[in-house]
Every structure is written in C-alpha cells, then in structure tokens.
C-alpha cells in the first residue's frame, strides 16, 4: 500500500482559515460604521470668514485667477479685474464728494465775506434810510436777490418808503399764518397774494422767498429776501448766514425805533 500524501499540518490550516476570517470580520466592522457627517459651508459663512480673514488671497493668490465672476454685460471677469472695476467706481464717487465739498466750502467763504461786509457797512451808515439802503443793494447785488424788502410792524413814527413797508402785525400774520416765526427764519415757495403783500412791486406768477424776523427786546418786524424762481428758498436749506444777516439787522435797525 503506497504511503499516504501527507497533507499540510492542521494549525497552518487553523491559522489560514483564522486569517480569512479576521479579514471578513474587519471588513464588517468596517461596513457597519457609521459615515462621518459632512458639513457643508454655508454662503454667509464662507464671507464672514474672509471678512475676518482679509489676507486670505495674499496667502492663496493663486486662487484669484481661477475666481470668475459674472458681469451686467454677460461676459466674465476675474475678481481681480472686477476688483479694480469696483475700486475705480468707489475713487471716482470720493472724487464727485469730494469735489462737492470743496464747492460748498467756496460757496460758504464767499457767503462768509459777503456777509461780513454786509455788518460793516451797517455799522457805518448812520440814519435807518441809509441802513436800508445798505441792505436792499447787499442782498440785490451781492447775494443776487430779485427783490428784497424790509416790513415794520406797528411803528407809525416811520415813514413808508420804496425801501421800508410798514404792516400791522396782526394783519401780517392772518395773511402769511405760519409763515411769520420770531425763532427762526422761514424760506418757502409762496402763493402770490403772499409774494404781492411782502413785496408789492411783485410782478412775476411765481416764486419764493426767505422771512428772516426782525427782533431786539421785541419783535418788530421782517426782513424778506424774494426769487423768481419757486424752487430757490426752500424749507430744507441751510440758514445759518440769512439767521445772522437777521441778527445783525435787527440790531443795527432797533436803534432808530420806539421800542
């Protein structure tokens, strides 16, 4: 009887068959994990990152090269060129502000020097003629006013003339009601009954004015500064210079009046 074919030894069997299994049972341990949860970025969370993060494309300047952006016209651009596009545009309005500060300071200095010439000369004129002379030529002339006039209230000692009306103050404030105020000056667009009674040489359809209140120990009287031009004076411009032509003729106009 041949010898039998001897076999491999059963522990190397063991351990194969032992291998195979550890296998499979890693595999399934494996298979049975639960996935990691991913998190998924969120639009406002990526821009609050780079605004926290400004030097971000300094680091990864690559990455602005592949960035495409959307443009108004239909073609794209890179973030860089709109980045300049927007730079640009921003300049460009400092500029525009820039330029309407610089013309509003030019206006003001010249509104500065008017109206400090203005006090001079009504310091230096001597009778209320020659003071309201002074103002009817500053306003018409320099600050380029189509009328002007200065209104007195119940001071019958004055004489009406082409340069002073006098009103009764009762009368003045049922015709022109809110418009009359001793605190502060009023510009508005008027009707025309209101244009013809403060200025009654009056001929135009239309226009505004500004009614700066004349006051010193008591009201006693308006200073009115008319145009042609509806939209001139209006109630959201700035007073600071007409307030203080109004204090300063106050002043120099009490002088001369039963107060």
């Given at each position: 009887?041949?010898?039998?074919?001897?076999?491999?030894?059963?522990?190397?069997?063991?351990?194969?068959?032992?291998?195979?299994?550890?296998?499979?049972?890693?595999?399934?341990?494996?298979?049975?994990?639960?996935?990691?949860?991913?998190?998924?970025?969120?639009?406002?969370?990526?821009?609050?990152?780079?605004?926290?993060?400004?030097?971000?494309?300094?680091?990864?300047?690559?990455?602005?090269?592949?960035?495409?952006?959307?443009?108004?016209?239909?073609?794209?651009?890179?973030?860089?060129?709109?980045?300049?596009?927007?730079?640009?545009?921003?300049?460009?309005?400092?500029?525009?502000?820039?330029?309407?500060?610089?013309?509003?300071?030019r206006d003001n200095d010249l509104l500065l020097k008017l109206t400090k010439k203005?006090?001079?000369?009504?310091?230096?004129?001597?009778?209320?003629?020659?003071?309201?002379?002074?103002?009817?030529?500053?306003?018409?002339?320099?600050?380029?006013?189509?009328?002007?006039?200065?209104?007195?209230?119940?001071?019958?000692?004055?004489?009406?003339?082409?340069?002073?009306?006098?009103?009764?103050?009762?009368?003045?404030?049922?015709?022109?009601?809110?418009?009359?105020?001793?605190?502060?000056?009023?510009?508005?667009?008027?009707?025309?009954?209101?244009?013809?009674?403060?200025?009654?040489?009056?001929?135009?359809?239309?226009?505004?004015?500004?009614?700066?209140?004349?006051?010193?120990?008591?009201?006693?009287?308006?200073?009115?500064?008319?145009?042609?031009?509806?939209?001139?004076?209006?109630?959201?411009?700035?007073?600071?210079?007409?307030?203080?032509?109004?204090?300063?003729?106050?002043?120099?106009?009490?002088?001369?009046?039963?107060?």
């Open positions: 009887m041949a010898p039998r074919e001897r076999c491999w030894p059963c522990h190397d069997d063991g351990a194969s068959n032992y291998s195979l299994r550890r296998n499979h049972n890693t595999m399934t341990d494996a298979a049975i994990e639960e996935p990691k949860t991913q998190t998924t970025l969120t639009a406002s969370q990526v821009s609050e990152f780079l605004i926290k993060n400004p030097n971000f494309f300094h680091e990864y300047e690559y990455l602005l090269a592949d960035l495409i952006l959307p443009h108004p016209s239909g073609s794209a651009t890179s973030l860089v060129e709109r980045q300049a596009k927007v730079l640009r545009e921003r300049n460009s309005e400092l500029r525009q502000r820039l330029g309407d500060l610089i013309a509003v300071a203005l006090g001079l000369n009504l310091l230096e004129a001597e009778s209320l003629e020659d003071k309201a002379r002074v103002l009817h030529h500053s306003l018409r002339n320099e600050f380029k006013a189509d009328c002007a006039n200065i209104i007195l209230f119940d001071q019958p000692q004055i004489k009406t003339t082409a340069l002073i009306t006098q009103l009764s103050s009762e009368a003045a404030k049922s015709v022109l009601g809110k418009l009359v105020r001793f605190d502060r000056p009023t510009c508005s667009a008027l009707r025309l009954n209101e244009l013809q009674y403060l200025f009654p040489q009056y001929e135009k359809d239309e226009g505004s004015a500004a009614i700066i209140p004349l006051s010193h120990k008591q009201e006693f009287g308006l200073l009115v500064v008319g145009n042609f031009d509806a939209q001139h004076f209006s109630s959201d411009m700035e007073t600071t210079f007409i307030k203080y032509i109004g204090e300063v003729a106050s002043r120099c106009i009490a002088q001369h009046l039963d107060l």
